[in-house]
């Protein structure tokens, strides 16, 4: 299936499936209700054990001070159940900074902070909450540390061990700690396997050391990976600092890595330069954090590692964009970044507050905020796109929220800055308290979305009703329009290929390109019609130098036979250049052996004796229309160049690669 094959009237008759346009918003379903305030910074995880069942947490106001909101869905998230974490669950007066991670068997971890509303140093805890029912009910509230220091926590974000291996269901959480004057670390702490007791806590990250400065604050955004083979990282997002220009200070995505089950921490270094902290269109600060997920399962890149952040594109005026790196070779090097957003690159239309995950099959999927159905670039929707070749490519966008955010309601009430406590002592609802100004990032710091399967969830916080609201949406992982990636208006040549992105999963899609001379594809204005296993094809050698037209549309194809398709894409054009026609092989004998001593001898007496008889200039050529086989160059006569090239191959070793197919002006 993996091959081109030429385009023909039978494949039209096989290929004539259900077209599905480009891809429709998912149902918007609300999680949390109409509540009053703020509710924002939401996560969400798919039950592996049961994909109907879907647990979120998130940021809530409700009742005037910072608490936990949970919902459950029962039936896929078509409808959610909405409640907060009781008193009981509480320490003190404030939770905040919400997030998830499930086992293999269905056991749910909520991991928030836990702090006095004064702030103070030394009264803050890293909490964890488990349901053992799929949400169901939940026991604790137990400490990552057992006592209170004299530090405030700040941050924390958690991953599971799901790889099989010997520290599989260990539980992993990162966090900065902040402790008065001293400069931050990132901080790690592991479980015990898969019980709830906690190994000590220990410094992946520490304070960053330079000449210029000093020792600065290692950072802030950490967050804890397993890969495939059981090493655990750490990213965050910290600085760079340049002792050799200046002492130039960036800010920069680092990476700790260990090999041991998270106990030592030897490695500590920048992986890329970033923006860092920034503001967009509506007063709404943006960070770049790494957002990051492994391939555990067993299909072609298993073994990944991948990484998404929010950098700028431009400087001024402020353009967003979002960014994704992969490494093939667990953390020792990482690839260029590409741009996951398919929108045109330009000024003032932002993309922020991004999550991606990687699904058993290895399938990525990424959502995050995005102006560009506004034309005054200040609203904003969810978008997804989604990565089926191991993050090599990634799809057209499609919309996700049916309905705009807008930042003016990000603000709520009166008494700003004032953040009340209310009662915890007891397992009775706490007292609502007066409404409070929307603090810590107006909208939360990031969003949420978990893919088992075929299934995505996703969860985000949404202004539809007038206030700031937790929304969600289910679909299944879409067939997507085909994105063009070789650009507009290429100058092309034959050898050269278009490409575009993996629209649907690498063992499952076919593609249909064809190629124009004008824009309406006329079946007489086209010159290449043909159906390809792989998200690129080759300039046909024939065409002639002009401009042309070209589109593809692409398939799923499980077993082979397509089931359905998307519409053409819109054409992107391309300009060609002209081709040499010359074979990549001298073997005017046509005994299917190159260079050999018979070629010589043969190529030398067509040149220089004056002996047509001994070469057949009908031989098959593999797309050449000069002069037969020997006729390497193009010049239209078996010449010096033709023999020597020859002997080169024959004699002395050079390669066929920079022996043949030279200009055709040589």
């Not at 950072?219 to 050799?244: H, N, R, T």
């Not at 992969?326 to 957003?341: A, C, E, F, K, Q």
């Not at 160059?633 to 002997?647: F, K, L, P």
Request: proline share 6%; charged share 15%.
């Amino acid at each position: 299936m993996r091959v081109m094959t030429a385009f023909s009237a039978a494949c039209l008759v096989v290929l004539a499936a259900t077209v599905c346009q480009a891809v429709p918003i998912p149902p918007n379903v609300p999680v949390s209700g109409a509540q009053p305030n703020l509710q924002n910074e939401e996560q969400v995880w798919i039950s592996p054990i049961d994909t109907n069942i879907a647990v979120a947490n998130h940021r809530d106001f409700r009742l005037g001070y910072r608490q936990i909101g949970l919902g459950r869905t029962t039936n896929g998230g078509a409808s959610w159940t909405d409640s907060l974490i009781r008193p009981a669950f509480q320490i003190f007066g404030w939770q905040s900074d919400p997030i998830m991670t499930v086992n293999t068997a269905g056991r749910y971890f909520i991991s928030h902070l836990d702090f006095d509303p004064s702030g103070a140093d030394g009264l803050s805890y890293v909490v964890f909450l488990v349901s053992d029912d799929k949400g169901v009910s939940w026991s604790g509230p137990s400490t990552v540390e057992g006592s209170l220091g004299p530090y405030f926590e700040d941050k924390q974000f958690v991953t599971c061990d799901r790889t099989g291996g010997p520290n599989d269901g260990t539980v992993y959480i990162s966090w900065t700690r902040f402790s008065g004057n001293d400069p931050t670390r990132i901080m790690l702490a592991h479980t015990i396997g898969a019980t709830l007791f906690w190994a000590d806590t220990v410094i992946a990250g520490p304070p960053l050391a330079s000449s210029c400065y000093g020792v600065t604050s290692a950072g802030q955004f950490s967050q804890p990976l397993v890969g495939k083979d059981g090493a655990v990282y750490v990213f965050w997002l910290g600085d760079d600092i340049d002792s050799s220009s200046g002492c130039v200070g960036y800010s920069a995505i680092r990476m700790s890595k260990s090999t041991d089950g998270g106990q030592t921490w030897p490695t500590n270094r920048m992986l890329t330069r970033v923006d860092g902290w920034n503001f967009v269109d509506g007063n709404i600060d943006v960070y770049s954090a790494p957002i990051t997920d492994a391939d555990i399962g067993s299909g072609p890149h298993a073994g990944n590692l991948y990484m998404e952040y929010r950098d700028l594109t431009t400087a001024s005026p402020i353009n967003s964009d979002m960014f994704f790196q992969r490494s093939l070779d667990t953390g020792h090097t990482w690839t260029p970044r590409i741009r996951v957003n398919d929108d045109p690159v330009g000024p003032n239309v932002d993309q922020f507050h991004n999550w991606l995950v990687c699904n058993q099959a290895g399938v990525l999927v990424s959502i995050w905020y995005d102006q560009r159905m506004d034309p005054s670039h200040l609203k904003f929707d969810v978008f997804a796109a989604y990565s089926y070749d191991g993050g090599a490519t990634w799809t057209s966008n499609h919309r996700v929220s049916s309905v705009s955010s807008d930042p003016a309601f990000l603000a709520a009430a009166p008494n700003a800055g004032n953040q009340i406590e209310g009662s915890v002592s007891t397992d009775a609802a706490p007292t609502v308290t007066t409404p409070l100004s929307p603090m810590a990032g107006k909208i939360g710091e990031y969003t949420g979305v978990s893919c088992i399967g075929d299934k995505v969830v996703a969860v985000w916080t949404d202004t539809r009703q007038g206030s700031q609201d937790v929304w969600s949406a289910h679909w299944y992982l879409p067939l997507t329009d085909p994105r063009l990636l070789t650009a507009t208006g290429a100058a092309l040549s034959c050898g050269d290929t278009l490409r575009w992105a993996t629209a649907w999963k690498e063992t499952e899609d076919l593609y249909r390109i064809q190629i124009s001379t004008t824009n309406a594809f006329n079946p007489a204005d086209i010159v290449f019609d043909s159906l390809v296993g792989v998200p690129q094809a080759g300039i046909p050698a024939y065409v002639t130098s002009a401009s042309y037209f070209w589109r593809v549309k692409s398939y799923k194809a499980p077993g082979g036979t397509p089931s359905d398709s998307t519409a053409f894409s819109a054409a992107n054009t391309f300009n060609y250049t002209g081709c040499c026609l010359c074979t990549c092989h001298a073997d005017p004998v046509c005994d299917g052996v190159h260079s050999d001593v018979l070629d010589v001898v043969t190529t030398i007496g067509v040149a220089f004796r004056g002996n047509p008889d001994t070469y057949d200039p009908d031989c098959p050529m593999e797309g050449t229309t000069i002069g037969g086989r020997a006729d390497v160059n193009c010049s239209g006569a078996v010449d010096v160049i033709d023999v020597v090239t020859v002997i080169n191959v024959a004699f002395r070793g050079l390669s066929a690669a920079t022996a043949y197919c030279k200009p055709c002006s040589l």
